[in-house]
């Protein structure tokens, strides 16, 4: 069965600081990717996606992800956090080239930014 | 474009009662997806809809069912409610598959009592 990783459950930054947090994944076939954020009171928003193609994949709001496929894994970063991006990041998979297939999500890792 | 519609945003309800939640996805999205989000077990996938048929289901007891509507509004169901029950439970809509994502709704609070 398919699984999603999350190493950090809570990690606290400092604006200005560089964010990397931990995604990886247990399918040995063709996947999908996603990282999803939910902000303080508000809904789960997609950040970014990883379909195919190139590994570095660019999102909203300055975050990137990338893809190591030898790895399993799907980190997601940000050269430069702000304030604003305290929230909670999850981290998804779905099986590729599959229709109906259902979305795993991590358990989340929150990111609380000291301004 | 509307965004997914949840309603009631929050419910509190004494064991051993039933609750329905609603669910209007984005127009012309016809899988609808329910999740329920706790604080130690995260997102957990309850069950999936497309066309009026549950296509996919996770690993929750008969308690908890669903359906989905002509017009692809869902429903889910949660009978004979247990303290566990207590949670926010998120509904998702995608064009046709989830492969390609999903636009979440903000959710029904549910506190069982």
């Known amino acids: 069965a398919q699984s999603v990783s999350q190493h950090n459950h809570h990690v606290i930054l400092s604006e200005a600081a560089s964010l990397e947090l931990g995604c990886n994944y247990s399918y040995g076939g063709t996947v999908n990717l996603f990282w999803y954020v939910q902000y303080p009171g508000q809904h789960l928003q997609l950040l970014l996606k990883?379909?195919?193609?190139?590994?570095l994949v660019k999102g909203i709001k300055g975050f990137e992800a990338e893809f190591i496929k030898s790895k399993f894994s799907f980190n997601l970063r940000k050269p430069s956090v702000q304030w604003s991006d305290t929230a909670e990041y999850f981290c998804?998979?779905?099986?590729?080239?599959?229709?109906?297939?259902?979305?795993?999500f991590g358990s989340g890792t929150r990111l609380s930014i000291r301004p | 474009k509307a965004g997914v519609t949840q309603t009631p945003r929050y419910l509190i309800k004494t064991r051993g009662q039933q609750v329905t939640l609603s669910c209007s996805p984005i127009s012309g999205h016809r899988s609808v997806s329910w999740y329920q989000q706790t604080p130690g077990q995260g997102l957990q996938f309850l069950f999936e809809?497309?066309?009026?048929?549950?296509?996919n289901k996770g690993n929750f007891p008969g308690r908890f069912s669903g359906r989905q509507f002509s017009n692809s509004r869902s429903e889910m169901n949660v009978s004979t409610l247990e303290l566990g029950d207590s949670a926010l439970y998120l509904c998702?809509?995608?064009?046709?598959?989830?492969?390609?994502?999903?636009?979440f709704g903000s959710g029904t609070r549910l506190t069982v009592v």
């Open positions: 998702a809509s995608s064009l046709v598959e989830a492969n390609y994502g999903y636009t």
């Open positions: 998804a998979v779905t099986r590729g080239y599959s229709s109906a297939s259902k979305i795993i």
């Open positions: 990883y379909f195919s193609g190139d590994p």
């Open positions: 809809y497309f066309s009026e048929t549950q296509r």
